[in-house]
């Protein structure tokens, strides 16, 4: 008798068990990315992305400009004159436009174009992040990243493989007081605190074939895998959740607006969008 | 009173006839003036090596235009004959930019660009 009431345990456990098992499945395919349709840009080479609301915003590196388009694709309205604009921010409709040639940031502002000071110099301004009157900048050929707070100015990274090293870094985010870089050709993303310590590495394990762009979320780290035509989205502590393929060519950036993600292919020279 | 308006007429086209032979004379002259450079590159894969050895190459004195085909991995330079430059310099300006130079061209005549964007 004792046995039987011990093999019925035993098999009332298994059940238990896979019930959870299928429940976390069933929860993380909801959390899942998938994808909704692909957006082409004609004759856009696209590099960066910010949105609007009902707006996106593209840096156009080939034709030099900053391109505002609805989001079906649609160009309303361009700003010419930029030199190689690359990884843009956003900040209070402000749309901040790294140079890449002329080593300057651009700030667009209604129909207006003004400079923003840099207190370094910088050798090709690959990315951008803006937080209030915080600043930081990937500085491609320094291997560094210039984190300006007002007048106190933070270098954070050095030319190398090791942690807290950088190799060509070309995006950074700032979220929750951590600064996020797009260790591109170290092929990973790379966490530093405010004080330039290292926090953490991000995606080491995934064979990244150069990490050319991120976005960071409330919950979500997501990675442009730029060769390995991927997107990869982790948690903020690194752990990896998803990883989307096939659906690209060559992405660089990333942007998420009403529960909408939005993917732009360099190469492809189109949106890719994906909806939970 | 016609006659000063022939006269000054005739100097008016005699002035302009020279300025339009000057600007035709200047720009041959341009023309015989430029050395056409095609620098091939290794490991040019990304929007950011493109044109991050594109403003490498921006600083060479007497460079007028550059144009960079990622896919084929090539960078062309027009460049003042006058300032023709070595290319030891040029392989220097390469290598810093974090590339390997595969072979470094000069002609007198254009080259033929796959894509002129």
Redesign the interface.
């Known amino acids: 008798m004792k046995i039987s009431i011990h093999i019925i345990s035993f098999f009332l456990g298994l059940l238990v068990i896979s019930g959870c098992s299928e429940n976390k499945k069933k929860k993380q395919e909801a959390t899942n990315w998938k994808f909704s349709k692909e957006i082409p840009l004609g004759n856009v080479?696209p590099?960066g992305i910010v949105a609007q609301i009902n707006f996106l915003w593209l840096s156009d590196?080939?034709n030099n400009c900053i391109v505002k388009i609805d989001l079906d694709g649609r160009v309303i309205e361009s700003f010419d004159g930029f030199q190689?604009p690359?990884h843009i921010a956003i900040q209070e409709d402000k749309i901040y436009v790294p140079e890449?040639?002329s080593d300057t940031v651009k700030i667009i502002d209604n129909e207006s174009v003004s400079t923003l000071e840099l207190k370094e110099n910088t050798d090709?301004i690959?990315g951008i992040a803006v937080d209030g009157n915080t600043i930081a900048v990937a500085d491609?050929?320094n291997h560094r990243i210039i984190f300006q707070q007002e007048d106190k100015v933070t270098i954070i990274g050095k030319v190398g493989y090791n942690d807290g090293e950088l190799y060509?870094p070309?995006d950074v985010a700032i979220k929750n007081d951590l600064i996020y870089v797009a260790d591109?050709y170290n092929n990973r993303v790379q966490v530093f605190d405010f004080t330039g310590k290292y926090i953490r590495i991000i995606g080491w394990n995934e064979n990244i074939k150069?990490a050319?762009g991120l976005k960071v979320t409330d919950t979500q780290v997501i990675i442009a895998d730029?060769?390995g035509n991927r997107i990869l989205i982790y948690d903020l502590n690194g752990n990896l959740l998803q990883i989307i393929s096939g659906k690209f060519n060559?992405p660089?950036d990333i942007e998420i607006v009403s529960n909408k993600m939005y993917v732009v292919n360099?190469k492809g020279s189109s949106i890719s969008v994906f909806y939970k | 009173m016609k006659n000063i308006f022939k006269q000054t007429g005739v100097l008016v086209l005699i002035l302009l006839f020279s300025m339009a032979s000057s600007t035709t004379v200047n720009a041959q002259t341009n023309d015989q003036e430029l050395t056409y450079v095609k620098v091939e590159v290794k490991g040019l894969a990304c929007p950011f090596c493109a044109y991050g050895l594109e403003k490498k190459l921006k600083e060479v004195d007497g460079v007028k235009t550059i144009k960079i085909d990622v896919e084929e991995g090539l960078a062309y330079l027009t460049v003042l004959k006058s300032k023709k430059p070595l290319k030891e310099m040029l392989e220097k300006i390469v290598t810093d930019a974090g590339f390997t130079p595969s072979s470094i061209v000069f002609s007198e005549k254009p080259f033929t660009l796959k894509d002129e964007n």
Do not use: G
């Open positions: 080479s590099i590196v080939s190689r690359m890449y040639t090709a690959a491609f050929y060509y070309t591109a150069v050319t730029f060769e060559q660089t360099y």
